[in-house]
């Protein structure tokens, strides 16, 4: 059972606060404690009403809903019997407006070159791409996997797919060909699109290649097409029958395609994350629900306001990017960047320098690349002038206070509000978070649950604790409309990992506190998912990788606090004979992790065990490891029901 003992980090001693400046609030979306109160028990007394109202006035329908919301989670079914469409809101609404000739999107490439598109242009060339869908067969309900590096074309193909009500499946460019393939194959796509490759670090980083061979010897049979980018020049192999140019299909396309009308529950996207068993599943999301609420939450958390530039660094391979790059700014007629590559390219001070060219507004940004910032030193920030800057946030991961403070001081001058924003895949947009025109910051603490979530700590048996200043499981008591409806394929899987351990409950797999005030603060993962970067990895998924390499025999994975990554990934390994040369085992390892995932999951730390800590029964008694790993040697608590406890001597004296 899960046990909040398990999360990495537990205590924490913060009694900051930071209250928000009155010229803020003054202006905010949400501007003040009574306001913000009274939607939240509004939300909570009527979630039929407070959604139904907020759909209405803030999406256009083609056809209006019968029922704002039926039926109970995992089965919730929002606003049935409407007819709308994610890419028709996103843009076509817009260009009814003034917002016609506004920057929907400011790209700036890793090498420099730079792309803006106005609502009016993107409009044009969604259009397009949905007839070039349209050519290539792609009917609604079809999957389409996205394997592309952060160029204008992937938002494009994005909004190209829910034109058409084709289902995207986006798959970060970090991941391996083996990655793809699985994916595909749960999905079954029938169309990749993809690019030669994206720029990284002043390198190219191929694409291509890898979904090639992700379908070599006919691996993946449901895809027909692959469609290629040409972003970097480099040299591609392009099947005959197979493989078509984007540029080629898009000189022939016209672009004059209406938004098909889609039902309210019509998926709108896939994306793989990781949970602590199996292989990693596909959360789907569907369309009006999803769409109202990164609509609103982005509105509501980022203030966002017609003459800013929102800036959030995500990668669109993962959520944040999905739902805060392109679907909840668009909708909401913002100027959205994207940038393609790394932060400290062509040196530290890349990300300070494009805010300070671009004039950015609002910044959004994950801890770690804050830690990072931290260690690059303060005369990278200090070099530019960062005074455009109004609101900043983060999300994916714990903060550290020290963080939190050095990116108000430094980055937000004191003057900006950083709104900590706790969320998931599976929720679809943010669900708690400070709100920066009403209440108080304190470092570390997501705070406030927005209106229409209703989050409880729970016991390990589950029952709901009522105290605060506690610390407890993390859970959501009632639906909200961007809520995971499926794991793709499989719904068995979606109600056993999320609603099956605590009864009427969505369970998070985190752990949080909750301060006296109310306040939660996330501490972490409390089932065998680790954290890297703000990246989720299963401790089986990343175990199963490193047992395909031909040294191994068995491997245990934990994680363990690391600097600037949040979390780090320590293996434990069995090896199949005596490792003469452990370097040779190692390097083998990290290329058997490449391959069946990709080079993100790698392990920082291998240790070479002759056994694992196993009670009789033979499960791994992963609390030990973790402790090892953590260089916690003399609280390891209880060894006596191991089958073997020498091993946690030779475990201990070995730790790397
Ligand atoms: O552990 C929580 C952590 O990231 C997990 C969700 O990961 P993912 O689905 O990849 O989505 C990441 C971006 C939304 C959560 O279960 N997490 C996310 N945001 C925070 C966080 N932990 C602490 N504070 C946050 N603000």
């Given amino acids: 059972m899960s046990d909040v003992s398990n999360a990495i980090e537990s205590v924490l001693h913060e009694d900051r606060k930071f209250p928000p400046s009155p010229e803020f609030a003054a202006h905010a979306h949400i501007s003040s404690e009574k306001q913000y109160q009274d939607m939240w028990q509004r ?81 044009h060339e969604v259009c397009k791409f949905a007839r070039v869908l349209d050519k290539l067969g792609i009917k609604a309900g079809d999957r389409v996997t ?26 970060f460019g970090g991941f391996s060909a083996d990655a793809i393939t699985d994916r595909n194959h749960d999905a079954q796509s029938k169309l990749i699109v993809t690019a030669d490759g994206g720029w990284r670090r002043g390198k190219e980083i191929t694409l291509k290649d890898k979904v090639d061979a992700s379908l070599e010897g006919g691996k993946s049979p449901s895809v027909e097409k692959v469609v290629v980018v040409r972003r970097t020049g480099s040299d591609v192999d392009m099947v005959e029958g197979r ?17 098909t009308p889609l039902d309210s529950e019509h998926p709108l996207f896939i994306l793989y994350t990781s949970g602590s068993t199996g292989k990693p599943k596909g959360v789907l999301h569907t369309t009006a629900g999803y769409l109202l609420g990164v609509t609103m939450t982005s509105r509501w958390v980022f203030d966002l306001k017609d003459e800013d530039t929102y800036w959030c660094t995500a990668d669109i391979g993962w959520v944040t990017g999905h739902s805060y790059i392109v679907y909840g700014p668009l909708s909401n007629g913002a100027t959205t960047m994207m940038y393609e590559g790394a932060p400290n390219w062509p040196d530290y001070g890349r990300f300070w320098d494009m805010i300070e060219r671009h004039k950015v507004n609002i910044f959004y940004t994950a801890p770690t690349a804050i830690r990072a910032f931290v260690k690059w030193g303060d005369e990278w920030p200090q070099q530019h002038d960062l005074s455009s800057l109004r609101l900043l946030g983060t999300v994916g991961e714990p903060i550290n206070p020290e963080a939190w403070m050095w990116y108000h001081r430094t980055i937000g001058g004191e003057r900006c509000p950083v709104v900590d924003t706790w ?20 470092p570390g603490y997501a705070a406030w649950p927005l209106p229409g979530v209703q989050p409880v700590l729970l016991t390990a048996d589950g029952k709901e604790i009522a105290e605060n200043e506690v610390e407890g499981l993390l859970a959501i008591k009632f639906p909200w409309p961007s809520i995971i409806r499926t794991t793709y394929g499989d719904h068995g899987r979606c109600r056993q990992t999320y609603f099956s351990n605590y009864k009427g409950y969505y369970f998070t797999g985190d752990g949080a506190r909750r301060d006296a005030e109310g306040r939660y ?55 199949e004979k005596h490792v003469d040369d452990p370097d040779k085992a190692r390097a083998d390892i990290l290329a058997t992790v490449t391959k069946v995932i990709g080079p993100i999951a790698k392990p920082d730390k291998i240790q070479f065990v002759s056994g694992l800590p196993k009670t009789r029964s033979g499960k791994i008694m992963r609390r030990i490891l973790r402790k090892v790993a953590e260089n916690e040697l003399n609280s390891l608590g209880d060894t006596s029901t191991l089958l073997d406890p020498a091993v946690v001597d030779e475990i201990k004296a070995g730790r790397v």
Wanted: hydrophobic share 40%.
């Fill in 146 to 171: 996205l394997y592309m590096p952060m160029i204008p074309e992937l938002a494009i193909a994005m909004l190209a797919c829910a034109r058409v009500g084709a289902t995207h499946s986006i798959i």
């Fill in 43 to 123: 939300a909570k007394d009527d979630p039929a009403g407070f959604w139904g109202e907020l759909a209405l006035s803030e999406l256009e329908w083609f056809k209006p809903f019968d029922k704002a919301l039926e039926g109970t989670m995992p089965e919730n079914k929002w606003f049935t019997g409407g007819r709308i469409n994610v890419s028709y809101n996103c843009l076509d609404r817009h260009l009814k407006t003034w917002r016609k000739n506004k920057a929907a999107i400011i790209w700036e490439g890793e090498p420099g070159d730079t792309r803006t598109l106005t609502y009016q242009q993107l409009h």
């Fill in 423 to 442: 969320w998931q895949t599976e929720t679809g947009g943010i669900l708690i978070s400070s709100l920066a025109g009403v209440t108080d910051e304190k």
């Fill in 521 to 575: 603060r996330i501490i972490g993962r409390v089932d065998d998912v680790i954290n890297v970067s703000g990246h989720r990895f299963g401790t089986a998924e990343i175990e199963n990788a490193i047992n395909e390499s031909e040294w191994v025999v068995e491997s245990a994975v934990v994680g363990f606090p690391h600097d600037i990554k949040g979390q780090g990934i320590y293996a434990y390994v069995i090896a």
């Fill in 243 to 259: 493989d078509l140019w984007w540029h080629d299909l898009m000189d022939n396309a016209d672009a004059d395609r209406e938004a």
